[in-house]
Each structure stands twice: as structure tokens, then as C-alpha cells.
């Protein structure tokens, strides 16, 4: 059976081509596009480019060329069925059934497409008539210049019934059609035709091939309906389309970034104000098929949503929708705006710089989460806590990806923990706190065994360093830099340690910010080099952070890039042991000192000058590990 023209269309908009071809080629991005070597001929300089706008593959070295299908036709040596069915598969897309009348109503589709394009062009007519003098203004008022309009090719329907209905007739387009595309209606009791939109502004929707498929139109007077949407045609599906998403996607994968809004006019008005790449859904609140549109965009969209409470409930049912569909590299992120504003409004009373500040302090589909079970569930009471915790779980649970789950399970953990923890342990993250002992000889080590803190392997790479001698706040934090440079300059110590570097407590909120930085990293864009996480971590704003601990931590050599992963292996165990043992001296010393300054006693006194004492031995404790260091052309251990 032969396809469709307007399903191979449809498979083609769902792939991304750089995703079929990084299965064969190592592909590296270059500005919009991405080079490597061509898979049909030897060659040692890339010449193979791949462009996920234009959905092509290009050799400029043998001339090769074509679409995804193409692609595996032509380096797998499938059959053109073969390899549609493959492509199909990973899209979810279901293969048409045998039809004698499919090119029929291929051809039928294309005909109603060239109705909505007289349309256009007859409503962007009247915008400029005298009949749209007031929807002129109206626009005027709301700030767009005369570009804009004609970018986004706006117009007018006037307040006639039949003012369509007649300039399509006259243009050969038969009545039955017309009402077919959603043009006009047709009334129950056989009557002639009348037009659907009347006395409103204009706003076409495209699909991904830049076709004009549907109508959005915003009533000029006090009609029922202050917006009305095309209804759904053989073109024209809503829950899959977003408004501008043609115009944005090119400008949105040159910036890593897309946003969603609410509404027509927030989409144009971004545009204008240099924000090209927003798009909004139509009329509805975010459907999953368009996430997974927005996903073979960007890996995470941000949505931008009024700061009132309707925009909370949105920002929710954004969240519910989400959980399901979540895998490694997509999700969302979340932009509130002020009480009472929408992005137009926003941006027209503070301006472009101040929306760009906004769009930069998003955050993540994790704490967007966590705000709205906390709001829902207080956790005042230890019931209350307690329900928070299985709203939590049930909320986590639906994640399908086992691995998106694994590391939202302990995050989760980390929050609901923080809830029970006293004040003076300040901004962590961990999701235990370790029992009270009494002279805390032994504790429970990062893998939750027993050891001996007096046998804990160390390395005289930190004699020299504050880690364990001064104060202790900036001993913590540069232990807490430490264990972070660590994973930054050897990402595969996050391969067996990424559920233990979630549960580390640290205090520092600065560092804990860059660590969540970190996890995210591993788990959205796997098998990331030291360069790649640097270069990433900079952009995100962490760039003075990474400089002041690759300065502070120059002679610890096991932190840098050029150490054999067992001997950072080691010394990051070790960091974290000093580190746990530490922590637990302090919350002694602390509860020890609160016992005698409400009550001076020869016991608590003995006990605080103990805990001083184990304070000064950690302090200047060595320890050389046999063989530690050899691996990284080391002789000793200092």
C-alpha cells in the first residue's frame, strides 16, 4: 500500500531527523545545525550537516541528501515501508488503513487549506478597509505596529452574516467546502451558509508546514464568546496545534528555550518586545500531544502563566499531565508572573529586560510540584506530614520512567526530611539525620553500613587546605565545594554515587543550588563530558562559584580532572565521611552547650570538653590509604 501524502507530512513534523541520524552518526551542534561525518562516504573532516528545521540531511562532500525516511533507506537498507514503519513506531503514530479513497481526501484537505488561505487574505483586506477601522485602533491601542500585524497576517471579519460566504463563492469555493474548513455554518434547518466569525479580530493558526489550517477570532462587542476557535476539521486538530509554533521553532532551538502562554495577543506582543519564540495552545489548557510537540523542539519548555490563583490551577494541571510523559531530558519549567499580569501586560508596563530577568529565575517542574502538595497539605502536624508524604508519593508514582522516578522519590525524600529537622540546621538536604551517640565513635558511613571514623581512608592532599582546620562554616563549605568539584570534573562518579550525592547535607544554599544543577545534568543530558557540565553550570549562573572552588581546591589533587577515577572515587568517599563526621560533632557540641546553658553540670561540662577534644584530633587527623594515588602516577598519598 502506498501512503498518504498527508500522513508521511505528519510523520515527518513528529521527528526530529537529528535524533534518526545520531543513531548512526555522532552528530555535534553547531549553531542550528549539527555536523558529522558522513556515514556514505570515508571522509576525516566533517561535511555531513543535519537540520531539524528544514528536516533534511545534507553531505557537501558526496551530495547526499534527504528527509528521516530517506535516511534509513539509505544507511540501514530498509525499504521505504520498512523504514515509515520503524519512524511511525517511535513517533506513536498509527499507520493509515487501507483506503481507495485516500488520496481523495488528500486531495480534499488540500483544498480546504486553500480556502483558509483566501480567507486570510479577505480578512486581512477588511482589517484595512473602512469596516475595520475600530479593530484597527483596537490592535493600535494594544501596542502592535504595522510589521507585526502583517507578520502574523491579522485581520477583521466584519459584523455581516454573509460577508465570507459571498468573497468565497465569487472565488469559486463551494459553500458545502467552506463549511467543511469551519469557515461558515451551516444551519439545522437547511438554510443557506452564514459566516462564523463576525465583528472580530483575526488571528490565523498555521500548522508545522506554515499552512494556514484555522481561525482564532476575539469579539470587538459583548458577544457570549470573547474568543472563538475554528472548530475541528480534517486540517485542524486543537489539542495538537500551538498558535505561532511554525514561526517560533527555528528561533526556539537557537535558544534552547520556547514559551508557553495563554493567549494570541501575549504570543504577538512577546514577539514584538524580542521574545519570538513564544507559542500558546488554543483556547484549552496544555494537552500532552502538545508537550510532545514542545518537546521535539526543546527538552524544557517554560511556561509562563498568570500570577493569580486561576494561573496556579493551570500551572497544576500542567504539572498532572506531565508526570506520566516525564523521561531523561524533558520536562517542564515554570515562569509565575505578578499578581493580576499576563505576559503582554508584563511586558509592556516593565519591559523586555525585566521579562528576560523572569524567564531566567524558572523553576523546575520539581519545585513546581512540591510548592502546589505543600499548599494543599499543610505539615503543621505530624498526621498532616504524614499526608503530605503519601500525596507526594502518589503524586511521584506516576512518572513512568523508572529513572525519572528513582531520583524524584529522592528529592521528595529530601523536602518531606527538611520538614522535621530543627531550625538551627539551616537550608540541607538530606534525608536523615544520624542518631545521637555517645561519644560518636562510630556512625553510619554514606552507604549506610557502620565504619570506624578513625579508620576512614584519607589523603594528605588536604593537610594543607581549610577542609579540616579553621572555621568550622567554611571548612563545611569548602567540603561541601569539595565533593561538587568532584562530580564536575569526573561526571561518571555520578553513575554509582547519584542517590548519595542527593542525600548529602549541605548547608551552603549557593552550593545546594549548584548540586540540584548537577543531578539535573546527569539525569536530563547523560554522558555529558567535565567541558560540557562547565560550560553548562556557567550559563545557568554558576560560573564565580566553579572558579572560587577551583581555586580554594587547586591542591586537592584528587578533585582534578587529571586523577584516575579510583583515586577520586576514594578521596570523594573519604570527603564524605570527614564531612558526616563533622556535621555530627557539631549538632553534639550545639545540644551539649544548650544542656549547660540552661543547666551547668560537671556531666555536660565533661561531655562538651570531650567533644572539644575529638574536634582537635579530627582536625589533624592523616591518614595515607595503601596504593591510594598510584593509579594517578602518584608515589604517595601527599
Excluded at 482564532?216 to 476539521?233: F, I, Q
Aim: glycine share 8%; with cysteine.
Amino acid at each position: 500500500m502506498s501512503f498518504p501524502p498527508a500522513f508521511l507530512d505528519e510523520l515527518r513534523d513528529r521527528i526530529r531527523i537529528s535524533e534518526v541520524v545520531g543513531g548512526k552518526v555522532k552528530l555535534v551542534r553547531r549553531g542550528r545545525e549539527h555536523t558529522g561525518l558522513c556515514p556514505f562516504h570515508s571522509e576525516r573532516t566533517p561535511s555531513f550537516t543535519v537540520n531539524d528545521d528544514k528536516g533534511f540531511y545534507h553531505c557537501f562532500g558526496c551530495g547526499a541528501h534527504g528527509d528521516a525516511i530517506a535516511f534509513l533507506v539509505e544507511a540501514e537498507g530498509l525499504s521505504f515501508r520498512d523504514a515509515v514503519e520503524r519512524l511511525a513506531a517511535r513517533a506513536g503514530q498509527p499507520l493509515p488503513t487501507p483506503d481507495p479513497e485516500a488520496a481523495q481526501r488528500a486531495e480534499r484537505r488540500a483544498t480546504l487549506i486553500d480556502a483558509n488561505e483566501l480567507a486570510v487574505k479577505w480578512f486581512s483586506a477588511q482589517l484595512h478597509a473602512q469596516a475595520g477601522k475600530e479593530a484597527l485602533a483596537y490592535l493600535k491601542r494594544r501596542g502592535l505596529s504595522d510589521d507585526t500585524i502583517r507578520a502574523f497576517r491579522l485581520g477583521f471579519a466584519p459584523p455581516g452574516r454573509t460577508g465570507l460566504a459571498e468573497a468565497l463563492a465569487a472565488r469559486g469555493v463551494p459553500p458545502a467546502l467552506a463549511v467543511e474548513a469551519g469557515l461558515l455554518i451551516q444551519p439545522e434547518d437547511g438554510g443557506a451558509p452564514f459566516d462564523r466569525f463576525r465583528n472580530r479580530v483575526m488571528f490565523p493558526i498555521l500548522d508545522t508546514r506554515g499552512r494556514v489550517v484555522a481561525f482564532g477570532g476575539r469579539a470587538m462587542d459583548d458577544a457570549p464568546a470573547k474568543y472563538l476557535n475554528s472548530p475541528e476539521t480534517p486540517v485542524f486538530h486543537k489539542g495538537r496545534m500551538l498558535f505561532n509554533l511554525f514561526a517560533a521553532r527555528g528561533e526556539a532551538r537557537k535558544r534552547s528555550e520556547i514559551l508557553v502562554v495563554e493567549g494570541y495577543m501575549d504570543v504577538i506582543s512577546l514577539a514584538q518586545a524580542g521574545f519570538p519564540h513564544g507559542v500558546a495552545p488554543l483556547g484549552t489548557a496544555l494537552t500532552e500531544d502538545q508537550m510532545q510537540e514542545l518537546w521535539r523542539v526543546v527538552p524544557e519548555p517554560i511556561l509562563c502563566f498568570d500570577g493569580d490563583a486561576a494561573g496556579r490551577r493551570a500551572a497544576a494541571r500542567a504539572v498532572e499531565r506531565a508526570l506520566p510523559l516525564l523521561k531523561p531530558g524533558h520536562s517542564l519549567r515554570f515562569a509565575l508572573l505578578p499578581q493580576g499580569q499576563d505576559p503582554d501586560d508584563f511586558v509592556r508596563a516593565s519591559g523586555a529586560e525585566a521579562f528576560a530577568a523572569l524567564i531566567g529565575e524558572s523553576k523546575p517542574l520539581s519545585d513546581m510540584l512540591w510548592e502546589i502538595l505543600v499548599e494543599s497539605h499543610p505539615a503543621d502536624t505530624p498526621e498532616r506530614r504524614a499526608g503530605l508524604e503519601q500525596a507526594a508519593h502518589e503524586a511521584v508514582s506516576r512518572i513512568a520512567d523508572p529513572k525519572v522516578r528513582k531520583f524524584y522519590e529522592a528529592d521528595f525524600r529530601n523536602r518531606i526530611g527538611a520538614l522535621w529537622r530543627p531550625a538551627d540546621q539551616g537550608h540541607v538536604h538530606t534525608r536523615r539525620s544520624p542518631a545521637r551517640t555517645g561519644r560518636f565513635a562510630s556512625s553510619r558511613g554514606p552507604r549506610g553500613g557502620r565504619f570506624d571514623e578513625r579508620k576512614l581512608p584519607a589523603s594528605a592532599a588536604l593537610r594543607e587546605t581549610p577542609l579540616v582546620r579553621g572555621d568550622e562554616a567554611a571548612r563545611s563549605r569548602l567540603r561541601e565545594g569539595l565533593l561538587l568539584l568532584c562530580a564536575i570534573n569526573h561526571p561518571t562518579l555520578l553513575d554509582s554515587h547519584a542517590e548519595e550525592m542527593m542525600e548529602l547535607e549541605i548547608r551552603n544554599r549557593d552550593l545546594d543550588k549548584l548540586r540540584s544543577e548537577i543531578i539535573r545534568i546527569a539525569v536530563s543530558m547523560p554522558g555529558l563530558d567535565s567541558a560540557r557540565i562547565r560550560d553548562h553550570v556557567k550559563q545557568q549562573g554558576y560560573g564565580a562559584i566553579l572558579d572560587s572552588l577551583d581555586a580554594a581546591l587547586a591542591p586537592v589533587w584528587f578533585a582534578q580532572k587529571d586523577a584516575a577515577f579510583v583515586d577520586v572515587e576514594r578521596g570523594w568517599r573519604h570527603v564524605v565521611g570527614l564531612h558526616q563526621h563533622f556535621l555530627l560533632l557539631e549538632r553534639e557540641r550545639k545540644r551539649v552547650e544548650e544542656e549547660l546553658a540552661q543547666e551547668l553540670s560537671e556531666e555536660a561540662f565533661a561531655r562538651l570538653q570531650a567533644l572539644l577534644k575529638e574536634f582537635e584530633e579530627a582536625e589533624g587527623r592523616e591518614a595515607n590509604l595503601a596504593g591510594f594515588g598510584v593509579a594517578s602516577g602518584r608515589h604517595t598519598a601527599g
